[in-house]
């Protein structure tokens, strides 16, 4: 299938006709994605299972839009053309979208649910055949950019599902994105993350390699990070992670233990296509290490500690 994107900035859609749309999941990620939404003048109905922030998610953007709340994801489907989802793994989908208090259970014929979690590409086909079977429609869309992407409205979302589902998600969803791109059948957008985060495992080891040998050659690391980064070195990771590894700083976003996960779902991925990862699964078991040097919530840069 021949790609389909669209890298307009959100603001082009602010004067687009208004949706009716709900969000289920309102973590780090969701709670702002909901909140551009919002902005955008769509009408938002959110849930979260910890229903304390979703009432605070209201009261913060009651003036932004018609927005409300409900006590189950089925409630907060109810009527929606668009429903968004992101939650913690597969489970966490799965008891969302399934069952009677489940979001299928609550969406009108023809409406498109959107799936941001980063789960297996596995359930992503299960959700979008039940989807099917129900006369609704299905895109499993993981993002990247991570909580600074999401506060700032410029995710790059990777899509998996039919030509239909996407054109009707895309509009609305450019409200957080700066890309969002279909990619192929279902399953295809959850595959594109796994790429997206082997490339990052491997980068973030070399660049805690690197910065820690300069360390103890003792060179200026924050003077060479600005001379290499302007050559063949400069990545997104040097870029915005190299002097904070430097200062021993690891509180800005994206945490250890999701990315144990996501790196669990691509080493399991890989034993079933029979793809080698030598890097990735030695990376993994660095990352493993650092849980246990109790950095289970320190971002990703974190692997230099187990060097230092």
């Known amino acids: 299938m021949t790609s389909t994107t669209s890298n307009i900035n959100a603001k082009t859609y602010e004067a687009s006709a208004a949706r009716q749309v709900a969000f289920v999941g309102l973590g780090v990620m969701g709670y702002p994605m909901a909140g551009h939404l919002a902005r955008a003048g769509h009408q938002v109905t959110v849930y979260n299972r910890t229903a304390a922030k979703s009432i605070a998610w209201c009261a913060e953007f009651a003036g932004a839009s018609a927005s409300k709340h409900a006590l189950t994801p089925r409630l907060a489907a109810h009527q929606a053309d668009v429903v968004f989802c992101c939650v913690g793994n597969d489970d966490d989908l799965a008891q969302v979208t399934l069952g009677a208090d489940g979001a299928f259970a609550g969406m009108q014929p023809g409406a498109v649910l959107v799936d941001h979690t980063t789960a297996s590409a596995s359930v992503a086909r299960e959700l979008s055949t039940a989807a099917k079977n129900l006369g609704l429609r299905f895109v499993d869309a993981p993002v990247s950019g991570g909580q600074a992407g999401a506060q700032n409205g410029l995710l790059t979302v990777m899509c998996g599902g039919d030509q239909a589902a996407f054109d009707l998600a895309q509009p609305v969803a450019m409200a957080f994105s700066r890309a969002f791109t279909l990619l192929g059948e279902s399953g295809a957008g959850q595959l594109a993350k796994m790429v997206n985060q082997i490339c990052i495992a491997g980068l973030v080891q070399g660049l805690s390699e690197a910065i820690a040998f300069g360390q103890q050659a003792g060179l200026d690391m924050n003077q060479v990070l600005d001379v290499i980064g302007k050559g063949a070195a400069q990545s997104w990771q040097l870029d915005n992670r190299g002097k ?23 080493l399991d991925e890989a034993k079933r296509n029979g793809a080698r990862l030598p890097v990735t699964a030695l990376v993994d078991q660095f990352y493993a290490d650092v849980q246990h040097m109790g950095g289970q919530r320190w971002d990703t840069s974190s692997l230099i500690k187990r060097l230092r």
Request: avoid cysteine; hydrophobic fraction near 55%; aromatic fraction near 18%.
């Open 244 to 266: 904070t590894m430097v200062a021993n700083k690891f509180d800005f976003g994206f945490a250890v233990d999701w990315m144990r996960k996501d790196l669990g779902l691509v």
